[in-house]
T-cell receptor, first 116, second 114 residues
Framework: GNSVTQMEGPVTLSEEAFLTINCTYTATGYPSLFWYVQYPGEGLQLLLKATKADDKGSNKGFEATYRKETTSFHLEKGSVQVSDSAVYFCALGGNAGGTSYGKLTFGQGTILTVHP | DAEITQSPRHKITETGRQVTLACHQTWNHNNMFWYRQDLGHGLRLIHYSYGVQDTNKGEVSDGYSVSRSNTEDLPLTLESAASSQTSVYFC?????????????FGPGTRLTVL
C-alpha cells in the first residue's frame, strides 16, 4: 500500500537559515504529492502540491519537486522566518481507480521552530 | 466564504459514554473525511464518504461510526468512548473523487476521554 516517510523532527533553525524537510514515498502508479502546514491550534492548510513527475510546487517561498526516480518530494525554503514555525506534513494522493483513490496518506509530521 | 466547521472545539467525556463530533462544510464537496492526529502518527483516516448515503472505513475505524444524510454534514460517533480515543480529530472535504484534489480541513476537535 501507499506510505510516506518524513524527516524526523523537531527541527530548530535561526531566522534566515535554509530549510530542508525530507519526504519519500512508496506508491504504485503516479500519485499526486502535497505539503500541508499546521499552525498552532489550527487545522491543516495546503502549502503546495505537484501532480506529475518533475513538477515543482511553490508557495510562500517554499518549494518541492516531484522526483519519481528517487520517490521523493523534499520541502525547501531559502530563508525561514519566525512565522514559519509550524508542523509540516507530506502527503500522497491515491491514484485513480486504485483502492486509495480520493484519499490522502500522511507522513508523521515535522515540527519546525524558527528562532529570531 | 465557503468553510468547514467542527463542533465542539474541545470536549471532555468519561469512558463508556457515547460522543458525537459534528462536521459541517459549505463547499458543496462530495467527499468528506475524518482523521485523528496523534503525536508520532501524523493523521490517520478513520472514516470517509464519497457522497450522500455512502460511508467507508479507514485504517483506524474500530469504535467509530459515521452517517451521511446530506452533502454538508458528516458526524463522527464514538459508540463507547475509550481512553485510547483521546486525540485531536479533524474533518476534511474535497471535490469529486480524485487523488489530485486538495482536501480542506476544519479547525479540529480536541477530545479527552477520562
Amino acid at each position: 500500500g501507499n506510505s510516506v516517510t518524513q524527516m524526523e523532527g523537531p527541527v530548530t533553525l535561526s531566522e534566515e537559515a535554509f530549510l530542508t524537510i525530507n519526504c519519500t514515498y512508496t506508491a504504485t502508479g503516479y500519485p499526486s504529492l502535497f505539503w500541508y502546514v499546521q499552525y498552532p491550534g489550527e487545522g491543516l492548510q495546503l502549502l503546495l502540491k505537484a501532480t506529475k513527475a518533475d513538477d515543482k510546487g511553490s508557495n510562500k517561498g517554499f518549494e518541492a519537486t516531484y522526483r519519481k526516480e528517487t520517490t521523493s518530494f523534499h520541502l525547501e525554503k531559502g530563508s525561514v522566518q519566525v512565522s514559519d514555525s509550524a508542523v509540516y506534513f507530506c502527503a500522497l494522493g491515491g491514484n485513480a481507480g486504485g483502492t486509495s483513490y480520493g484519499k490522502l496518506t500522511f507522513g508523521q509530521g515535522t515540527i519546525l521552530t524558527v528562532h529570531p | 466564504d465557503a468553510e468547514i466547521t467542527q463542533s465542539p472545539r474541545h470536549k471532555i467525556t468519561e469512558t463508556g459514554r457515547q460522543v458525537t463530533l459534528a462536521c459541517h462544510q459549505t463547499w458543496n464537496h462530495n467527499n468528506m473525511f475524518w482523521y485523528r492526529q496523534d503525536l508520532g502518527h501524523g493523521l490517520r483516516l478513520i472514516h470517509y464518504s464519497y457522497g450522500v448515503q455512502d460511508t467507508n472505513k479507514g485504517e483506524v475505524s474500530d469504535g467509530y461510526s459515521v452517517s451521511r444524510s446530506n452533502t454538508e454534514d458528516l458526524p463522527l460517533t464514538l459508540e463507547s468512548a475509550a481512553s485510547s480515543q483521546t486525540s485531536v480529530y479533524f474533518c476534511a472535504s474535497s471535490e469529486v473523487a480524485g487523488g489530485q484534489n486538495e482536501q480542506f480541513f476544519g479547525p479540529g476537535t480536541r477530545l479527552t476521554v477520562l
